[in-house]
């Protein structure tokens, strides 16, 4: 499935003197505002947010740079009267505005489609349902450890168009990419690109689990054979369209928990684990086996060992010593609100996985846990399909408690196989996960969903479940246990 939003792009995508209409005007609509502006580029601004909710400042800057704003809604006639449009990663592509744009044949593109005229530097670029942020972050700090000038950012942290407007002195670009920015990433070529894994996600913005699917592999639409493509050949969806896709522009390592086996084949090329020891070959012809020890470093154990190996042969990719990728795995810290753990209290280990919105990342961090779990999960639905988890729940789940508006829905799931508690709020689900606890076990938060029903974000959920836990410390044990059953529960023990 194609998810082309435009005709072919000209060369340059954008000159002196054109019209061009920013769409969104989040952290990545500004950037690109003022690297326009930059390129002697007249600029018009359309943010379906109402002005209250925006800040003053940045659109009084705008007023002063003669940057006309549509403000609180997103009409037919501005689009239709510019010579290209700019989207930012989270404006929908199904706008009314947009498909009259296309029907004046308008080039329509987001800031990744900029890199293949303006920026001066190789990418290596990050993309899967999970996971990105924590390899992006390994990349650039491996990168780093070896001496070279590197930018990291992208969908984490600066805005590439943030970048593009500076003096761009980095060796590398690394970049974090979401399927939101490859569909409108026009001609975009990593040197290097990523695909760490494919999972249900984003259903309420696509049409389909195959749409999402494509959109992620698209990154490695444009690459040629001098390129470097690196997947997950543990994954199952990557698998099938890496069957279908047939030969790879770009030269393919694979990944494979497995050692180097994906499915019935063995891998020439790639990453594998033994014990805690990452092991890589095939980097070059009749190159020995390179081994990398994890031991010791939050990197040893699944998803992390997983993100390990891809930053390995991304940095052997980029020319860096395997002696200083070493000492860049073993200074690297985990991010947080990602399987990070927050405290022991009484013999029960308390892990802030808040990261987790989708059901894909809350199986990977199961998968690599060897307690028994007591899960605290829910949230804002995004549509995926929570019975997708009930093996590794039956798995690795002792006792759940449910919070947010998803919470019916995921009951609903799992009410079968395990106790299943509500909680109204962060405080009381931490509560009753600990009198579901005994010695040994772990507490995970690991929500399966958005935050925005409860909080302002991931961030923000995860600060609140680390103040609760904190808290634990300070309020004695309820040795009765209890709190409330779900209704569901509480009509199969009836």
Request: hydrophobic share 45%; aromatic share 6%.
């Amino acid at each position: 499935m194609n998810h082309a939003t435009s005709p072919i792009l000209p060369t340059p995508i954008v000159k002196k003197g054109d019209h061009v209409l920013v769409v969104g005007l989040g952290k990545s609509g500004y950037a690109a505002v003022r690297f326009l502006l930059a390129q002697g580029v007249r600029v018009s601004v359309s943010e379906g947010g109402r002005a209250p909710q925006l800040d003053a400042e940045k659109i009084q800057w705008l007023q002063e740079k003669g940057v006309y704003c549509e403000i609180g809604g997103h009409s037919s006639e501005l689009f239709g009267k510019v010579d290209a449009i700019l989207l930012s990663p989270g404006v929908p592509l199904a706008l009314p505005a947009l498909a009259a744009a296309r029907a004046r044949n308008i080039p329509i593109f987001g800031e990744l489609a900029l890199a293949r005229d303006f920026l001066k530097a190789p990418v290596v670029a990050i993309t899967g349902t999970n996971g990105k942020s924590t390899v992006t972050t390994l990349v650039g700090d491996l990168l780093k450890a070896a001496g070279k000038e590197v930018f990291v950012g992208g969908n984490l942290g600066t805005p590439l168009c943030e970048y593009l407007a500076g003096p761009q002195e980095a060796e590398w670009v690394v970049l974090e990419v979401s399927s939101f920015q490859l569909d409108t990433a026009g001609l975009f070529r990593p040197r290097v690109a990523i695909l760490l894994n494919i999972t249900p996600d984003h259903l309420d913005r696509y049409p389909s689990y195959a749409a999402y699917a494509d959109s992620k592999w698209s990154i490695f639409r444009h690459q040629q054979p001098d390129d470097s493509a690196i997947l997950d050949g543990d994954d199952p969806e990557i698998a099938r369209l890496l069957a279908e896709a047939g030969a790879n522009p770009a030269s393919p390592y694979a990944i494979s928990a497995r050692r180097f086996v994906v499915g019935e084949r063995t891998v020439g090329s790639g990453a594998g684990m033994a014990g805690a020891v990452a092991q890589v070959r095939g980097l070059a012809p009749g190159a020995s086996t390179e081994e990398y020890n994890l031991a010791g470093t939050p990197l040893a154990t699944a998803p992390n060992s997983h993100n390990a190996m891809t930053a390995i042969i991304a940095a052997r990719c980029c020319g860096c010593e395997p002696t200083a990728i070493r000492r860049g795995l073993a200074a690297f810290q985990p991010l947080p609100h990602r399987l990070a753990l927050v405290a022991e209290v009484e013999g029960v280990a308390y892990y802030d996985d808040s990261k987790a919105t989708n059901i894909g990342a809350v199986a990977s961090a199961l998968e690599g846990l060897k307690q028994p779990v007591v899960l605290i999960a829910g949230g804002l639905d995004k549509g995926g399909d929570y019975r997708l988890m009930r093996d590794i729940v039956r798995q690795k789940v002792k006792a759940m408690v449910l919070i947010g508006s998803a919470r019916q829905l995921m009951a609903a799931a799992f009410a079968d196989l395990i106790p299943i508690q509500f909680a109204e709020s962060m405080a009381e689900a931490v509560g009753k996960a600990r009198e579901l606890a005994q010695r040994g076990d772990l507490v995970l938060l690991s929500p399966a969903c958005a935050s925005f029903d409860m909080f302002d974000s991931y961030a923000h959920r995860g600060e609140v479940f680390r103040a609760a836990v904190q808290a634990l410390r300070s309020r004695p044990r309820d040795v009765r246990g209890g709190g409330r059953l779900c209704p569901i529960m509480e009509a199969l023990v009836a």
